[in-house]
Structure formats: structure tokens, C-alpha cells
T-cell receptor, first 111, second 116 residues
Framework: RKEVEQDPGPFNVPEGATVAFNCTYS??????FFWYRQDCRKEPKLLMS???SGNEDGRFTAQLNRASQYISLLIRDSKLSDSATYLC????????????FGKGTSLLVTP | DGGITQSPKYLFRKEGQNVTLSCEQN?????MYWYRQDPGQGLRLIYY???????QKGDIAEGYSVSREKKESFPLTVTSAQKNPTAFYLC???????????????FGPGTRLTVL
């Protein structure tokens, strides 16, 4: 079983739509959670950290459910520039501060 | 500008050759990492280093070697023992402060290695 599993993509949505991505992680000892964004053929960049109480950054809202080992990302009012792959990321236990990455979910926002 | 640089951007290698990928950071980060990404796959950890002169194997270290002689530099050598070396290689760094679990990892632009 993979450590971090994400919704299979791709998600194709019109501009202005709301889209949600889900992710589950297998190790209940995990303590830090993130969403990274990766544009085509580029390096990943941190979108936002995910805190226990949930957190929001503009149009982006992240939620964490430790009991279900579930992480979500909600994007409201999608923009064309949101088109990218979104990676669910969880800290790797026993490997310093290394990270476990999901395979990513591809989002395409269309006009 | 602070950041991470990787070179070269594209690298072609013949089978049986060793090749070294460069990674340099001027963020004063203690921890550095190497990941590999294959098409449609997530990143997988090759090696990591939390401090100068120390490094640890990740999930897929076989066929790779690293060194950490300077804080700023963490080169990765892909040896001929690596059976499927064609991939996108990403170097990252982070602080390793014990005061927070949420240490953002900053990535370099990556090196695309192709074995001919």
C-alpha cells in the first residue's frame, strides 16, 4: 500500500468552478502535511501547509482529518492559472525531514 | 537571490557510464535531499543529509551515491549499477530546526537524465 494516495485525475473544470482533491495517508504517526503544486516539467512548489484545525489561503482551503487519515484541498473560483498537478505530501517517518509524495492529481481549468 | 541550483538541466549518458548531478543552495539550510520522479509517478527519496559529512539512504538508494562535504553542496552520482536511471532528478533543501515540524522544502529546477 502506498504511503500517500490521491484521487486519480485528470480533473477538467471550467473557469470559476470549485474543485476538491482528496488524499489519504497510511502512517498514523505522520505529523506534518502539505499540498505542493507542480507545473508541467517544473519542480514542485509549496502551495500550503495543512494544519489540524484546517486553514485557508485566499481561494484555497485545506482540511486534515487525523482520525480518518484524510487530507483535502478545495479550490474556489478556479482560474486558468490553477492548471497544474497537485501533490499531497506527508512527512516521512524516520527519515529526518524527508517527505512522502502522492502521485499527484492533474487539474486543467478551461475557458 | 537565495535558492537552489541544479546543473545541468538536461544530461545524456551512455549505458555503463557514471554521471554526477550538481546541487547547490545558498539558503543556509542544514538538510538536503535527492528525489527521483518518473512519468506519472510521485517523487521518491534517494538520499538525504541533515548535516555536513553525514547522509542517509532513502527508499531507492541502490545504484546512487552522494557526498556532503560542504553545507551548500550535495552532489548525486548515478552509477552504472542503477538499472533504470532515465528520470527527472530533483534536489531539495530545508531547515532542520527542531522547533517546527512544518519545514518547507525548496526544490531546484531539476535535471532530466536520459540514458542512451
Amino acid at each position: 500500500r502506498k504511503e500517500v494516495e490521491q484521487d486519480p485525475g485528470p480533473f477538467n473544470v471550467p473557469e470559476g468552478a470549485t474543485v476538491a482533491f482528496n488524499c489519504t495517508y497510511s502512517n498514523s504517526a505522520s505529523q506534518s502535511f502539505f499540498w505542493y503544486r507542480q507545473d508541467c516539467r517544473k519542480e514542485p512548489k509549496l502551495l500550503m501547509s495543512v494544519y489540524s484545525s484546517g486553514n485557508e489561503d485566499g481561494r484555497f482551503t485545506a482540511q486534515l482529518n487525523r482520525a480518518s487519515q484524510y487530507i483535502s484541498l478545495l479550490i474556489r473560483d478556479s482560474k486558468l492559472s490553477d492548471s497544474a498537478t497537485y501533490l499531497c505530501v506527508v512527512n516521512m517517518i524516520g527519515s529526518g525531514y524527508a517527505l512522502n509524495f502522492g502521485k499527484g492529481t492533474s487539474l486543467l481549468v478551461t475557458p | 537571490d537565495g535558492g537552489i541550483t541544479q546543473s545541468p538541466k538536461y544530461l545524456f549518458r551512455k549505458e555503463g557510464q557514471n554521471v554526477t548531478l550538481s546541487c547547490e543552495q545558498n539558503l543556509n539550510h542544514d538538510a538536503m535531499y535527492w528525489y527521483r520522479q518518473d512519468p506519472g509517478q510521485g517523487l521518491r527519496l534517494i538520499y538525504y543529509s541533515q548535516i555536513v559529512n553525514d547522509f542517509q539512504k532513502g527508499d531507492i538508494a541502490e545504484g546512487y551515491s552522494v557526498s556532503r562535504e560542504k553545507k551548500e553542496s550535495f552532489p548525486l552520482t548515478v552509477t552504472s549499477a542503477q538499472k533504470n536511471p532515465t528520470a527527472f532528478y530533483l534536489c531539495a533543501s530545508s531547515t532542520s530546526s527542531g522547533t517546527t515540524l512544518y519545514n518547507e522544502q525548496f526544490f531546484g529546477p531539476g535535471t532530466r537524465l536520459t540514458v542512451l
